[in-house]
């Protein structure tokens, strides 16, 4: 996947194409739309966060015949095309750019870098990086010392949660949350267990995607627990729409700072003194 992804010149690519909803993302805010060649069939999704500017662009699937068929001077993906997309495009000289998989807030910035200098935008990108800085510069302004910070955990209507190591765990820690999953050593994506929640509590549930009406949850999925649906009732819990955690991108300052309103809610309901000192 590493094939054809050497740095391009400064000059801008003209006929631009890109193969998944992520990379979908990236060249729709960056690339000027006469530009656009096609975006990925995704790219109008429900959990496409630029919807929108989908509109009127052309959408083409991501296999190899209809790439080579579109000629584009420059393609941009994360896993679109399949594994070797990047390596059997290099092999017909069509240039690549990777959207790499990121977990840190570094790997969003490095990324906007990268594809905008593929561009020639990187004043765009720059914009962006700063309007995103400011936003989670101002969250963290407001968060509470450690100890105080809530416990969340977070919810998929697949019964499925996030522990350290995630793009999503990186999101509970700019919104100033501490993830129950990685306190009790967890990484990675994981099924809930519903015997370690009975026995410790989250102070705040994260649901996400819950707002797809694409998703077709399995009738055997732990979300659909009587028990889970009832501490989902009763415990403070922020739905975020699933098109701000579809892909690791800027736009996730939307649901920091969404859930950061929550987390301070229940920090002040459950330590007075820190809001007496605000």
Same mark, same amino acid.
């Given at each position: 996947?590493?094939?054809?992804?050497?740095?391009?010149?400064?000059?801008?690519?003209?006929?631009?194409?890109?193969?998944?909803?992520?990379?979908?993302?990236?060249?729709?805010?960056?690339?000027?739309?006469?530009?656009?060649?096609?975006?990925?069939?995704?790219?109008?999704?429900? +959990?496409? +966060?630029?919807?929108?500017?989908?509109?009127?662009?052309?959408?083409?699937?991501?296999?190899?015949? /209809?790439?080579?068929?579109?000629?584009?001077?420059?393609?941009?993906? /994360?896993?679109?095309?399949? +594994?070797?997309?990047?390596?059997?495009?290099?092999?017909?000289?069509?240039?690549?750019?990777?959207?790499?998989?990121?977990?840190?807030?570094?790997?969003?910035?490095?990324?906007?870098?990268?594809?905008?200098?593929?561009?020639?935008?990187?004043?765009?990108?720059?914009?962006?990086?700063?309007?995103?800085?400011?936003?989670?510069?101002?969250?963290?302004?407001?968060?509470?010392?450690?100890?105080?910070?809530? +416990?969340?955990?977070?919810?998929?209507?697949?019964?499925?949660?996030?522990?350290?190591?995630?793009?999503?765990?990186?999101?509970?820690?700019?919104?100033?949350?501490?993830?129950?999953?990685?306190?009790?050593?967890?990484?990675?994506?994981?099924?809930?267990?519903?015997?370690?929640?009975?026995?410790?509590?989250?102070?705040?549930?994260?649901?996400?995607?819950?707002?797809?009406?694409?998703?077709?949850?399995?009738?055997?999925?732990?979300?659909?627990?009587?028990?889970?649906?009832?501490?989902?009732?009763?415990?403070?819990?922020?739905?975020?729409?699933?098109? /701000?955690?579809?892909?690791?991108?800027?736009?996730?300052?939307?649901?920091?700072?969404?859930?950061?309103?929550?987390?301070?809610?229940? /920090?002040?309901?459950?330590?007075?003194?820190?809001?007496?000192?605000?």
């Amino acid at each position: 996947m590493a094939g054809g992804t050497a740095p391009l010149p400064a000059t801008a690519q003209e006929r631009v194409l890109s193969l998944d909803y992520c990379a979908d993302q990236y060249v729709m805010a960056l690339a000027d739309g006469g530009n656009i060649l096609a975006v990925s069939p995704a790219a109008a999704s429900e +959990y496409s +966060y630029l919807a929108d500017r989908a509109q009127g662009l052309a959408a083409l699937r991501p296999t190899g015949e /209809q790439v080579l068929l579109a000629d584009p001077d420059l393609v941009i993906r /994360q896993w679109g095309g399949g +594994y070797n997309a990047a390596a059997y495009l290099d092999r017909f000289g069509i240039p690549v750019v990777q959207v790499s998989f990121g977990t840190t807030v570094d790997s969003v910035r490095e990324n906007l870098r990268r594809i905008a200098d593929a561009l020639n935008a990187r004043p765009r990108a720059e914009a962006l990086i700063a309007d995103m800085d400011r936003r989670l510069a101002r969250v963290r302004a407001g968060h509470a010392p450690r100890a105080a910070r809530p +416990y969340g955990l977070y919810v998929t209507p697949g019964g499925v949660t996030s522990g350290a190591g995630t793009f999503v765990h990186t999101m509970m820690e700019a919104a100033g949350v501490r993830n129950i999953m990685a306190v009790d050593g967890k990484t990675g994506w994981r099924g809930i267990n519903l015997e370690t929640l009975a026995l410790r509590p989250p102070d705040l549930i994260i649901g996400a995607f819950f707002d797809l009406k694409s998703n077709h949850v399995n009738h055997w999925s732990i979300a659909r627990h009587s028990f889970l649906k009832d501490m989902m009732e009763t415990t403070p819990t922020v739905f975020i729409p699933g098109a /701000q955690v579809a892909c690791s991108g800027w736009f996730f300052a939307d649901a920091v700072e969404n859930i950061h309103r929550t987390a301070r809610t229940i /920090q002040t309901m459950q330590h007075p003194t820190l809001a007496s000192r605000e």
